[in-house]
């Protein structure tokens, strides 16, 4: 069993539409969960982060946490065509750890116009 | 801004070179990783390192070695190159083990071994 699960995708949603990201991961210790995106050829880049159980919003991006199902997923709204791309959930498995981040494989989100 | 730096964007190595990828930060993190990523497995951390000379076995070390002889610099070293490490190589710096702590990427090298 991998540790941290997306949803495979491909994803598609129209222009304005809300896009709805998934991910569960294993390790019930996990603390803080973070949520990158990555265009096409290029290097990932921090969009959310979350540590408490919840919802936190920013802007049109919504991360929720629900430790208790192990479960952490990423809401856009009014969803534009500059959000295609994929988007990796990442979880720090283990407070004070130089490990650091478990990725998810990855969900590619494509914006219809 | 954080700024990781990879030294090459594109790389063509024939098998059994010695291969070495050079990683630079200049915010003074303490914590500097490489990882390899490849079409349907993800990020799949190769070592890390959380001090100058120090380092830690990810997940998929073997094939591989590293480098941290100064605080900024991170290098992954192949030994003898090979087909199946045809990938992008990405480079991470973070400042701590602080629960926020988040990963700060360079922009990659895509590898080829021919």
């Known amino acids: 069993q991998k540790e941290v699960e997306q949803n495979s995708g491909p994803l598609s949603v129209p222009e304005g539409a809300i896009a709805s990201l998934n991910c569960t991961y294993s390790?019930?210790?996990?603390?803080?969960f973070f949520w990158y995106r990555q265009y096409s050829g290029k290097s990932p880049e921090l969009i959310m982060s979350?540590?408490?159980?919840g919802d936190k919003e920013d802007g049109r991006f919504t991360a929720q946490l629900n430790k208790a199902s192990q479960y952490v997923s990423l809401l856009i709204r009014d969803s534009q065509p500059s959000d295609s791309a994929t988007y990796l959930c990442?979880?720090?498995?283990?407070?004070?750890?130089?490990?650091?981040?478990?990725f998810g494989s990855g969900t590619q989100l494509t914006v219809l116009p | 801004d954080v700024k990781v730096t990879q030294s090459s964007r594109y790389l063509v190595k024939r098998t059994g070179e010695k291969v070495f990828l050079e990683c630079v930060q200049d915010?003074?993190?303490?914590?500097m990783f490489w990882y390899r990523q490849d079409p349907g497995l993800g990020l799949r951390l190769i070592y890390f390192?959380?001090?100058?000379?120090?380092?830690e076995k990810g997940d998929i070390p073997e094939g591989y070695s590293v480098s941290r002889e100064k605080k900024e610099r991170f290098s992954l070293i192949l030994e003898s190159a090979s087909t199946n490490q045809t990938s992008m190589y990405l480079c991470?710096?973070?400042?701590?083990?602080?629960?926020?702590?988040?990963?700060?990427f360079g922009n990659g090298t895509r590898l080829t071994v021919t």
């Open positions: 979350i540590y408490s159980n």
């Open positions: 390192s959380y001090d100058v000379k120090m380092k």
């Open positions: 915010m003074d993190h303490e914590n």
């Open positions: 991470a710096s973070s400042p701590g083990t602080a629960y926020n702590s988040p990963l700060h």
């Open positions: 990442a979880v720090k498995m283990g407070a004070g750890s130089a490990r650091q981040l478990t």
């Open positions: 390790d019930r210790g996990s603390q803080s």
